[in-house]
Structure formats: C-alpha cells, structure tokens
C-alpha cells in the first residue's frame, strides 16, 4: 500500500495499549537475541581451553545455528508486531488511527 | 611420583568431562537456535498468503458487523496458529531442555518464549470473545472452508465491509 499522509493523529486507549504491547514484545525480542548470543559466547569461552578440533566443530556448526536464529528474530518480531497493528486496526473507531494501523500492518511504499 | 601421575590424570578426566559438558550444552543451545529459525520459517509461510476473503462470504449469516469482527479475527489468529503450532511445539521442549542443561543460562529466556508464543496469546484472545457469539453462528462460521486457510485479515475485512 502507499504510505499514507496521516497529518496530526491522536492516539486512543486502545492505540496507546497497542503501542505498549508492542514495545514489551520488541524488549522480549532484545532479550532473544541476548540470550542466543551469551548462550554461545560462554560455550566459547568455555572452548577456549579445550582441544583445537572441539573448537573447530564450534566455528562451523554453533555459529551458523547463531547467526540463522539471530536473523530469524527481526522475522518473530515483524509477525508479533502485524498481529498486534491488526487487533489495534480492528478495535479502534477513528479513521486516522485506523489508517496508521492499517500501514504498520501491511507495510508502505512510497507516497 | 604416583602423586604426579594422579594429579595429571585427574586433570586429564577433569578436562574430557569439561569437553563433554561444553559439547553437551552447545547442542541444547544449537537446537534451541534451530526451533527459533523453524517458527519464524513457519509463520512467514502463512503470513506470505495474501488471499482476500470474498465480499459476499457472510451474506448468508444473520450475524452483527461486531460478531463477524470477531469471528475474522478469530480465523484469522487460528489459522496463523495452525501453521506454526508443531515449530512452537519444539521451541518450547528446546527451550525447556537448554534451560535445564545450561545453569548459566540467561534469566531472560522466559521473556523470549514471550515473543515465540505471542501469536498464540493473541489467538486465546480472539477465543474467549468468538465464544461469546452464539453456537448457531459458530456454526456456521465454521462450515465456511475459506476461513481455515491463512487470508489477508485487513483487506479482507474492507472487502466484507467490516473496517
């Protein structure tokens, strides 16, 4: 969809518990992707001092499970965010809110 | 030099029982990564559908624009979690197992099944309110097939003249 030009919007109840909803959803995100990344750092740190072919076994298996995990967490977060702008979408009444939702939802391009 | 020879053997077993340990927890922690890439791959499969439900698909029901709201939202959350409830299912066992098997392991990881089982929540929502609607239109809702396969639910509301 074009970007719509929303101009002056003032946020609902519902919009503001939306906007909250998701800002707790994006700190649980930080979280995973903290987790993921402390979980293999303390394992390679714990490598350190081990045989050279257990730390060769880390670099190419835990590393790529890492990274593919890491960039699937935008992809959690983007899916977790639309299901929240829809219900928002849904549940509010006015129509510049709706309009933003609607955008946060499917996206937008240009103007 | 016994003594020595038990010094550096119980240093050789400390160090193969740390290996094992490590190999043990990095495996708890890489199929923890794998079920996290499963439930993202399995929610943008469903997601990616962009199907618009037909305008006339609830003119044959006697329901309130507010019931057929709620029951779009309903299938909606329903059918997005019918597609990823086997990956949620693994996350949370991989996630269960490397918590058991990681003692260091950050506190954070239960605010992460958070974002994993959102979907999930939001679907529990939608269910406590489709609920309220009576067992005769459920019913009927329910035979309409096009409901249980993911669908575009904003452009499909406009389209049945719910927005």
Same mark, same amino acid.
């Given at each position: ?43 390679? @740190? ?16 835990? @590393? ?21 702008? @829809? ?12 309009? @933003? ?11 | 030099?016994?003594?020595?020879? /038990? ?6 077993? /400390? ?32 997601? *990616? ?16 624009? *507010? ?22 299912? *693994? ?19 239960? *605010? /992460? ?51």
């Amino acid at each position: 969809m074009n970007c719509p030009d929303i101009g002056q919007i003032k946020f609902s109840q519902t919009s503001i518990s939306a906007i909250n909803d998701i800002r707790s959803r994006q700190l649980f995100s930080n979280t995973l992707l903290i987790t993921m990344g402390a979980g293999t750092v303390l394992t390679i @740190f714990s490598l350190g001092s081990s045989l050279p072919e257990t730390s060769y076994s880390l670099y190419s298996t835990d @590393f790529k499970s890492m990274s593919n995990a890491m960039s699937s967490v935008p992809t959690l977060t983007k899916q977790v965010i639309s299901d929240i702008a @829809f219900r928002a979408q849904q549940d509010v009444k006015d129509y510049k809110e709706k309009k @933003f939702w609607e955008a946060v939802y499917e996206g937008c391009s240009g103007l | 030099m016994r003594k020595e020879i /038990a010094v550096f053997f119980s240093i050789f077993i /400390a160090s193969i029982c740390f290996a094992e340990n490590s190999k043990y927890l990095s495996t708890a922690i890489n199929r923890f990564n794998e079920s996290i890439v499963k439930v993202g791959s399995a929610g943008e499969k469903c997601r *990616d559908e962009k199907r618009v439900l037909p305008g006339d698909l609830f003119d044959k029901i006697d329901a309130s624009n *507010d019931e057929k709201k709620i029951a779009l939202a309903y299938y909606y959350f329903k059918t997005i979690t019918d597609c990823t409830n086997d990956a949620v299912k *693994d996350y949370l066992l991989a996630s269960a197992v490397r918590m058991l098997a990681d003692k260091d392991m950050p506190r954070g990881l239960r *605010d /992460a099944d958070g974002l994993i089982v959102s979907t999930h929540l939001e679907f529990l929502k939608a269910e406590i309110k489709y609920n309220t609607i009576s067992d005769e239109h459920r019913k009927y809702f329910a035979e309409i097939k096009e409901l249980n396969l993911p669908f575009s639910p904003i452009k499909s509301a406009k389209a049945l003249g719910l927005n």
